[in-house]
């Protein structure tokens, strides 16, 4: 067939309107086929769960909603109902958040929430500037702005206290400075120990000065401040400490090795319970005479040394799981140890242990109702001491307190969740399918 002299040529010059993908391939459909009834026994699983949920779900909103009690001045607003007696929680809240640390004062506690938050809020946002700056101010201002105001400050410290802390830190920075090797890691080591010899004195010197506010003793704080203070205190410590430690753990160094394991597998093989005995009962006795610590300041250090244990195993593991190569490209590079180790090994070995590092937070913010067995009154502790009050002596006042403290928990401890999400989403590049 012969081609024709002019040949039709068809271009199109309008766009085809988009169709609605298939049924089958999205939406809710097609994500319920293949989450929930993909197999035989995924159905079944489901199920159950479906059944669970409606076994559980309708008592529990009856019983904390729809039949609550939420106003009321004694145990005659919740005597004859079966509900959750919500005017209880509102007439102890305060004890729940301040234990009994003085009326007239409670405006200090008020100060260090409003500034915690306002300062980690934009610390957990990536996008936002200034970001060195805020870190630094919530891990060297913070916290001893929070110590004054909580205490009152005006510690007498020793003078030779604050003497011997500047002087081993000039020591050390001098043994840095005249070390032969230009980067070595014990001249780093000692370089960081000068100057957190130097912070402390400095600290110190700050804590003696008398600043007007009334001294508050640890043994009046109570409720949710102590269980903030020592899960933020431990969460802060460990996460350094473990980061040392899992370093220490895979050193070349024979003693420095030794040293770590030895402390890793000691404080992870007892439970934390000893460990708060230990500090409030044991450690005193072995002090000299006259010399006595804090009994919340010796369970702040229990805590923060057994979560360091946990969290060096979890550090650890993410240093394991950097290949080989990562360590070749750094010496071909012509990096030091500490280069090496901070601007390329450390931040892909944490990014990769994100869910580990999270969850050893979230353990340790849920076993600070264990200082209760030393006499410490955390949130749980206040709960359970409020129901003794016969004022408010009703069959649902040890429920409803319960689930105030369990919805207390959850919330905290799903923020955290949920956050490690976003930041493992965020950071992964690539070791995701």
Not at 359 to 382: A, E, P, R, S
Request: proline share 6%; aromatic share 12%.
């Amino acid at each position: 067939m012969p081609m024709s002299e002019n040949p039709v040529s068809y271009v199109r010059k309008e766009l085809v309107p988009e169709k609605p993908a298939p049924v089958d391939i999205h939406g809710p459909v097609h994500w319920m086929k293949e989450n929930l009834f993909s197999s035989i026994p995924n159905t079944i699983l489901t199920l159950i769960g479906i059944y669970l949920i409606y076994l559980l779900f309708p008592p529990l909103i009856k019983f904390s909603l729809i039949d609550a009690v939420w106003h009321g001045q004694d145990r005659t607003a919740c005597i004859d109902n079966d509900g959750a007696c919500w005017a209880y929680v509102r007439a102890y809240f305060s004890q729940f958040v301040y234990g009994r640390y003085p009326v007239e004062e409670i405006w200090r506690v008020n100060i260090v929430f409003v500034v915690g938050i306002i300062g980690l809020v934009p610390a957990l946002m990536p996008t936002l500037p200034f970001k060195r700056e805020n870190v630094l101010f919530m891990l060297i201002v913070f916290p001893v702005m929070t110590f004054i105001l909580l205490t009152g400050g005006n510690l007498s410290f020793e003078n030779y206290l604050v003497e011997y802390t500047i002087l081993f830190a000039i020591v050390l920075g001098l043994a840095a400075l005249v070390s032969k090797a230009t980067h070595s890691p014990m001249k780093a080591i000692l370089l960081v120990l000068g100057g957190i010899g130097i912070a402390a004195a400095v600290i110190f010197g700050i804590m003696s000065i008398d600043f007007g506010l009334v001294p508050v003793e640890t043994a009046q704080w109570g409720g949710f401040l102590v269980t903030l203070v020592i899960a933020i205190t431990g969460i802060v410590a460990s996460l350094p400490l473990g980061i040392a430690l899992a370093l220490g753990r895979r050193s070349k160094m024979p003693v420095v090795r030794l040293v770590s394991i030895i402390f890793i597998e000691f404080w992870r093989g007892v439970p934390l319970i000893t460990v708060l005995f230990m500090s409030s009962v044991v450690l005193p006795l072995f002090l000299p005479e006259g010399v006595n610590f804090d009994k919340l300041l010796r369970a702040l250090i229990g805590v923060a040394l057994f979560s360091a244990a946990y969290m060096a195993e979890v550090v650890r593991g993410g240093l394991q799981a950097i290949p080989k190569g990562q360590y070749e490209g750094a010496d071909a590079l012509g990096l030091t140890f500490w280069q090496s180790t901070g601007l390329i090994i450390m931040p892909q070995a944490l990014k990769l242990v994100i869910p580990g590092i999270v969850n050893t937070f979230i353990g340790l913010f849920k076993d600070t109702t264990l200082v209760l067995i030393i006499g410490l009154f955390d949130l749980l502790g206040q709960v359970q001491t409020s129901f003794t009050d016969p004022t408010w002596s009703t069959p649902t006042t040890s429920h409803t307190g319960y689930l105030f403290a369990a919805i207390v928990f959850w919330v905290f401890c799903f923020s955290m969740s949920r956050y490690s999400i976003f930041m493992e989403n965020r950071l992964h590049t690539g070791h995701k399918r």
